[in-house]
């Protein structure tokens, strides 16, 4: 069996045997025109299917960060717009004045990261954080008005109006809360709200919705999804409007390489690639509108190598090649992938390290390591952990595994990790 050892900073990974990984085919249906998100993850594949846009307005940060993911502030572009009041701030709350408006710089999403939503668009420099400035002990303080316009399904319009006030955004003795102002433009009515960080939604985000003033669950847990499957706006070639693609979660990176999925080596020059960071990273151009015929065509001999930071100074790692796209109809995706394997950020080993025989095997392996064994993991194909045992010794009986490729990882007492290729038969 070919095994290559491959130096990283500050990971390392040992490649895998020449044979190819165990390519899976799956798919998305975002629905006809695109109406749903699909929450997706590659280790359990869809985890929510949700209607995109039409049971919210605002979107709260619920993220746990010590960066800008904590203060932000998203808008539905498709059910509201928002522009800033360019002179009155929050001490003219109740003499706000819409006159204007309609030449007042309206806000809007970036496509780049989920700390830039359309109120967090400005120059920050603390203690100034676009529409907020930052007090002292995780308090932060809204010194703006907006003008919110509402799409109204009946007209067909956003000629419903709000005046909004950020009140606050709060982290105190670990409770993190918003708190925000909603008002008539005519100033005859407003109302406070107070939304806590992770009581009712487990997500990045708490969705508000304005019309019925009500939070919305409808986001899966963080940690239960790597892309979603979403309608967005985007900015390019000087204008914005809406596009259909992936959007990563957090902790998710990228890179294109040219080839096919099924190349046994692709997993060769992991350790070389730069990984882009970015939420659009896969975004909305892996596939293309011809003019001509009418159709999407998808990108061509390009795979997409996905890093999922796991916290700890480990990373998965997947491949991913798109196969269809049937347009607005169904909006349904088609694509493979396949589990690459892990990055440990143990020191560089020698490929003696680990050493287990006979491979293949029918179920008795024998382990021969530079020190003993303290944790021993199998996991699948798809990143399952199937099988561990603490101080295995040097032989296991692995007969009860189904036949397949499987990766075995080790901890050893001197605290180096060490992952291989098995193939049970």
């Known amino acids: 069996m070919k095994r290559i050892l491959l130096a990283l900073v500050p990971f390392i990974f040992?490649?895998?045997?020449?044979?190819?990984?165990?390519?899976?085919?799956?798919?998305?249906?975002?629905?006809?025109?695109?109406?749903?998100?699909?929450?997706?993850?590659?280790?359990?594949?869809?985890?929510?299917?949700?209607?995109?846009?039409?049971?919210?307005?605002?979107?709260?940060?619920?993220?746990?960060?010590?960066?800008?993911?904590?203060?932000?502030?998203?808008?539905?572009?498709?059910?509201?717009?928002?522009f800033v009041n360019p002179s009155q701030k929050t001490i003219s709350w109740n003499q706000f004045d819409a006159t204007g408006s309609e030449n007042w710089d309206e806000l809007r999403n970036a496509d780049t990261s989920w700390g830039k939503g359309a109120f967090s668009q400005g120059k920050e420099a603390h203690p100034r954080y676009t529409w907020a400035e930052y007090k002292a002990n995780g308090d932060m303080r809204g010194d703006s008005l907006y003008l919110l316009k509402i799409y109204n399904p009946v007209t067909t319009d956003f000629d419903i109006e709000f005046k909004l006030m950020l009140t606050q955004r709060l982290s105190n003795n670990g409770a993190r809360t918003w708190t925000f102002k909603l008002g008539k433009t005519n100033n005859s009515w407003d109302t406070t709200i107070t939304l806590t960080d992770l009581v009712n939604s487990e997500?990045?985000?708490?969705?508000?919705?304005?019309?019925?003033?009500?939070?919305?669950?409808?986001?899966?847990?963080?940690?239960?999804?790597?892309?979603?499957?979403?309608?967005?706006?985007?900015?390019?070639?000087?204008?914005?409007?809406?596009?259909?693609?992936l959007l990563s979660n957090y902790n998710i990176a990228s890179t294109s390489i040219a080839g096919d999925i099924n190349d046994p080596n692709i997993d060769n020059?992991?350790?070389?690639?730069?990984?882009?960071?970015?939420?659009?990273?896969?975004g909305f151009e892996w596939k293309l509108f011809n003019m001509n015929t009418f159709k999407y065509e998808l990108e061509q001999n390009k795979v997409r190598i996905i890093k999922k930071d796991l916290g700890n100074g480990l990373a998965d790692f997947y491949a991913m090649q798109f196969v269809r796209f049937d347009g607005r109809t169904?909006?349904?995706?088609?694509?493979?992938?396949?589990?690459?394997?892990?990055?440990?950020?143990?020191?560089?080993?020698?490929?003696?390290?680990?050493?287990?025989?006979?491979n293949p095997t029918s179920g008795n392996l024998n382990l021969q390591t530079s020190s003993d064994i303290q944790h021993l993991v199998v996991y699948n194909m798809h990143g399952q952990n199937i099988y561990e045992k603490f101080n295995p010794g040097s032989s296991l009986d692995l007969s009860f595994l189904t036949n397949g490729n499987y990766i075995i990882q080790v901890e050893l007492k001197n605290g180096q990790m060490v992952r291989s290729k098995m193939i049970k038969i």
């Open 330 to 358: 169904t909006g349904k995706i088609v694509f493979d992938y396949a589990y690459l394997g892990k990055f440990s950020s143990a020191q560089q080993l020698e490929s003696e390290t680990l050493k287990f025989y006979p």
């Open 269 to 282: 020059y992991l350790s070389q690639w730069q990984y882009n960071t970015l939420i659009n990273n896969i």
């Open 14 to 82: 040992i490649a895998f045997s020449t044979e190819a990984f165990n390519v899976k085919r799956d798919s998305v249906v975002m629905g006809p025109e695109y109406q749903n998100d699909v929450y997706y993850s590659f280790n359990s594949s869809i985890t929510r299917t949700v209607v995109n846009n039409l049971n919210y307005h605002l979107a709260f940060s619920n993220m746990v960060s010590q960066d800008d993911r904590f203060y932000t502030l998203w808008l539905n572009p498709e059910r509201a717009k928002a």
């Open 203 to 245: 997500g990045n985000f708490m969705y508000y919705d304005v019309i019925n003033r009500k939070e919305v669950v409808r986001e899966p847990k963080t940690s239960d999804w790597d892309y979603v499957f979403t309608r967005y706006m985007t900015f390019t070639q000087n204008l914005h409007y809406n596009v259909t693609g």
